[in-house]
C-alpha cells in the first residue's frame, strides 16, 4: 500500500524533516527509504541498517514499523539479557532490535496475520535470531480463544477492536491471553512486555490478573482511541495501572494516539 504524498504534506511536516539526520545514521540505503517514507517511492522493500539488520517490507506503509523503532526509537533499547513479550511484533523490527542489542535476550514475538507472520518469519531468520525469537502466529487478547481479526488495507492497522474499519472482512484468529502466553513459554518475569495492538491493549490489560501483571516489570505501548469512546480511555487505564504498581516513566497521555511507558515501582 503507497502512502499518499497529499496525506504526508498534511501532515506537520517539519516534523519528519527533523528526523532525515537519523535516518542517514540508521538506514544505509537511506535514499530509497526516505524516497518509500514519505510516498515517492514503492519500490524498493528491502532495507540494510547500519546496525547490521536487513529487513524486508510486504508494504510501503510498514517503512513507518523502521522509522518508529530505530529512527524515532519511540520503544527505547533493550539492555542484554531481558526476556520480551512483543505484542503486535509486524515485522519484526522491535524484535530484532532487541535480539540485536543482547545475546542473551529473548523474545517472545506475537502476529496475527499470516502474511504478516511469513515476513517477521523470514526477517527473523535473514538476520540469524531464531535461537532468540520465537513467532506466535495469533495474537494476545483478554482471553484465550477464537477470536474475529478486523482486516485492512494497511498492514499496519489491522485490529481485534470491532467498528474500527468500517465495512472491513474478518479473518478468525486464535488468541492466547498474556497469563497463558507467559505460562506456555515458562515466563517467570517479563522485562518489557511492547505492546502495538491497534486498541486491544485496554482488553489484554483489564483482563489480567494482578499477580500477572507482577510478573511484568515495564510496559512500552501504544495506546488508542476506541470508537465511540466517551472518554478518553487511557486516562482509566493508566489509573488501573497504576494501581497495580506501575507508574508512568514516559509519554503523555493526551494524544490520540501515542507510546506510553510504564514502570512497576
Known amino acids: ?41 514503492e519500490q524498493s522493500r528491502r532495507f540494510q541498517l547500519r546496525n547490521g539488520l536487513v529487513i524486508n517490507l510486504n508494504q510501503a506503509v510498514e517503512s513507518e514499523n523502521i522509522a518508529t523503532t530505530f529512527i524515532k526509537k519511540e520503544y527505547g533499547d533493550v539492555p ?30 506475537v502476529e496475527p496475520m499470516p502474511a504478516t507472520v511469513a515476513l517477521l518469519e523470514q526477517n527473523i531468520r535473514q538476520n540469524n535470531f531464531s535461537g532468540q525469537i520465537t513467532v506466535i502466529a495469533g495474537a494476545v487478547a483478554g482471553i484465550t480463544g477464537t477470536q474475529m481479526l478486523h482486516t485492512s488495507d494497511s498492514a499496519l492497522s489491522h485490529t481485534l477492536v470491532a467498528g474500527v474499519h468500517r465495512g472491513s472482512s474478518g479473518v478468525p484468529i486464535q488468541c492466547f491471553s498474556l497469563a497463558d502466553v507467559m505460562e506456555q513459554h515458562q515466563i517467570s518475569q517479563c522485562d518489557i512486555l511492547k505492546m502495538d495492538c491497534e486498541g486491544a491493549e485496554y482488553d489484554i490489560l483489564y483482563n489480567t490478573a494482578p499477580e500477572t501483571l507482577k510478573k511484568i516489570k515495564e510496559l512500552r505501548f501504544e495506546y488508542h482511541t476506541l470508537p465511540n469512546a466517551s472518554t478518553h480511555p487511557i486516562h482509566q487505564l493508566v489509573s488501573y495501572l497504576q494501581k497495580a504498581g506501575f507508574t508512568v516513566t514516559q509519554g503523555s497521555t493526551e494524544a490520540r494516539n501515542a507510546v506510553l511507558w510504564m514502570r512497576q515501582s
Open 80 to 109: 542484554d539479557g531481558s526476556v520480551v513479550i512483543d505484542i503486535g511484533a509486524s515485522i519484526g523490527d522491535f524484535a530484532l532490535l532487541a535480539a540485536g542489542q543482547g545475546k542473551r535476550t529473548r523474545v517472545i514475538a
Open 1 to 41: 500500500m503507497r502512502r499518499s504524498f497529499r496525506k504526508f504534506l498534511r501532515w506537520s511536516t517539519w516534523k519528519h524533516c527533523i528526523y532525515l539526520p537519523a535516518i542517514v545514521r540508521s538506514v544505509e540505503n537511506w535514499w530509497p527509504f526516505l524516497k518509500l517514507y514519505v510516498g515517492f517511492n
